[in-house]
């Protein structure tokens, strides 16, 4: 009897919804709500389909920041691993359909050859991840600039049907972004590989202490992270009918801020996958709802950084300090120490 | 039939200011003076495929010039410091004359004139970087943006005589491109009171990217019910955004703007189903460079230089009148080519390096 208790508790504890989750659930509903209440067209059905396979694309990418994010780096890598998986899966087929899936293997190929450089030099060189991720993407670039001449060709009719058309009148492109989501999460939340890569991420010591084979954990994350980025260049690809060679320039900086929105410290360990990609929702239907008040483009700049600090403060300062720092009782105290 | 009378008339055009000043003694033109010399042609973003057939324009220019010994390529890749650290890096390897593309505005100013002071004949062309010619740079090879947004704006009145509401769209905020454009717009429909001007002034930045056009489009297709023209200076960045829309049930308004061929194509595929979509479009502009790069020869390397110092803005197509081109598009090349260009489109398709 005692011993079903104790199950039911494990098992409660690992439903339990993140404080992470809640707050970014919270937040996409305010903003839905207020999206309705001051900018109803945000909302609309042209709207949404038109912003949510973009967030789906950065939903996806920032599941792949959220396990590097967890084992304590941060991926720089992310504009060159996507904007080369554009590139790749729309010059390499150059409007021919039968060359599509090779484009897409080679893609992934290079993403996991990507993903072991990265983890190898982080892993074994003891390189900084800023550091190695950042020289990472300039050879990415290289590679791409080297393979391309910098200009990807328009999307095959293929890949735009693979990502643009709908099952319940919804593009696949969602729910790609969905089910990479859910994969995700069942990964680290379901299975020992999950629990171990959370245990390495947040003590590799400790872990190391445990028999845990910490590099092989920690290079994983960063092959994860580029297999992930990949699938979200495919995605992207489709989306766009005649793409840019820098498609992933726009990725990095909001990728570390929706794992952050998300709840995931940027500290390493625990990892809370589906509210980062819920970040990502909260975050494009922000770009949308400030496009759709029409103020101007500095105004929009400006409300989304607010946003986004204030998002953002919510982990990042300690607000018990604050509070104490300004509570009564602390005030009266400060009065009573000597001059 | 219709593709070949496009590829005339677009060979037409785009050689009409570049050939004038062309003219060969034994296959050299006079813009190919006789001292040798290296070049450099760096680019504020160089990461699609209109700068790919602008910059294999160049090459081609500079394949006439037995002169230019070299020609150096710098992608600034969308980032002001490497444009900016990519003029000087064109400078230390000792070119005598420099094309730029200071997509970044203002802020390659400092950087121009540096080059100038180490005495590379300097052109920045086609975006304004501000400064004097003479001064900070050699001179400035315009194109006359005011007059596209004049061509629009006539093209407009003449086709929807009872006026509509007008969104505008175009690069990054503040581009002098998209500025003149407007002020040309406002000149001819400002004043008949019948046009309204929507969304942000003077125009709604997407920074010519395709995913942010996307955005913005969707954004202003569901603000505003009642679209009656979109403008624009990159009409191939928007095909996603109205194919997406129109396959929504919207319906696709007249557009005036630049070519290219995903844009005619789209037209083709929807001109049935979608009553109010005509389209117009001004040259794209790829050759724009030739003129930058004539001149830059010239002057380093002691040819004559060309007459015209602004590139022109040219009518290219035309749904409603069919002058100077009917829309056709090439099912049989890329969607990223431009028939406008002087340069084939057959051969813009077998451009794949730089």
Known sequence: MSSVQTREVKRSARLQISRGMKTVLAGVIILYVASALLAPTSVSRVAQFGMLPFAACLAIVGLGQTLVIQQGGIDLS?????????VIVTWGPDRHDNRLIPAILAAFAAAIITGFINGLLITKTKLNSIVATLGVNALLYGFMMALSGGSPRRTTDRLAHITNDKIFGLPHSIYLGIICAIVVTILLKRTVFGRRFEAV???????????????????????GAQILYCIAGVVLGGVISQPTAYQGDDYVLPSVAIVVLGGTSLLGGRGFPAASALAALFLKQLDMFVLSLGVPYGVRTLVISISLMAGIALYAVNWRSVRSKFSPK?????????? | MVASVISVAALTI??????????????????????????????????????????????????????????????????TDKAISDIKGMVAKGVKALVVFPDAGEAMLPALRSAYKAGVVTIPYRVWAGGTAGKDYTMWVGSDFVNSGR????????????????????????????????????????????????????????????????????????????????????GPSMVSALDAAAKSGWK???????????????????????PDFKLMTVSTQNDH??????????????????????????????????????????KDLPGDVYLSAQMSGDLQAKLKTN
């Open chain 2, 151 to 234: 061509q629009w704006g006539n093209w407009i009145k003449k086709n929807l005589p009872n006026g509509g509401n007008i969104l505008r769209i175009s690069g990054p905020a503040g581009n002098s491109q998209g500025a003149d454009e407007s002020k040309g717009l406002e000149e001819v429909l400002g004043t008949t009171g019948k046009y309204k001007f929507i969304g942000t002034a003077p125009f709604e930045p997407t920074g010519w990217d395709p995913g942010k056009t996307q955005e913005v489009l969707t954004a202003a297709i569901a603000k505003y019910p009642k679209i009656d023209v979109i403008t624009s200076d990159f």
């Open chain 2, 252 to 274: 696709v308004p007249a557009i005036a703007t630049s070519d290219g061929n995903v844009l005619s194509c789209f037209y083709n595929d929807n001109k049935a189903t979608q």
């Open chain 2, 14 to 79: 785009a050689t009409s200011v570049v050939a004038s000043s062309s003219s060969s003694a034994a296959g050299v033109p006079s813009w190919c003076g006789p001292k040798k010399i290296t070049m450099g042609f760096t680019d504020g973003f160089g990461g699609n495929s209109w700068r790919l057939v602008t910059t294999a324009a160049v090459r081609e220019e500079i394949k006439l010039c037995p002169s230019v010994t070299k020609l150096y390529y710098a992608d600034g890749q969308g980032k």
């Open chain 1, 78 to 86: 992310v504009a060159g691993a996507v904007s080369l998986t554009v």
């Open chain 1, 330 to 339: 602390n005030k009266a105290g400060s009065e009573l120490q000597p001059a």
């Open chain 2, 289 to 330: 460079s030739r003129l930058a790069t004539q001149w830059a020869v010239a002057l380093a390397t002691g040819g004559k230089t060309p007459k015209a110092k602004i590139f022109p803005s040219n009518l290219f197509e035309d749904s409603v009148s069919g002058k100077p081109s009917p829309v056709s598009c090439r």
């Open chain 1, 201 to 223: 991420g947040a003590n590799p010591r400790a872990a190391l202490a445990t028999g845990l084979k910490v590099e092989r954990y920690q290079v994983g994350g960063y092959v």
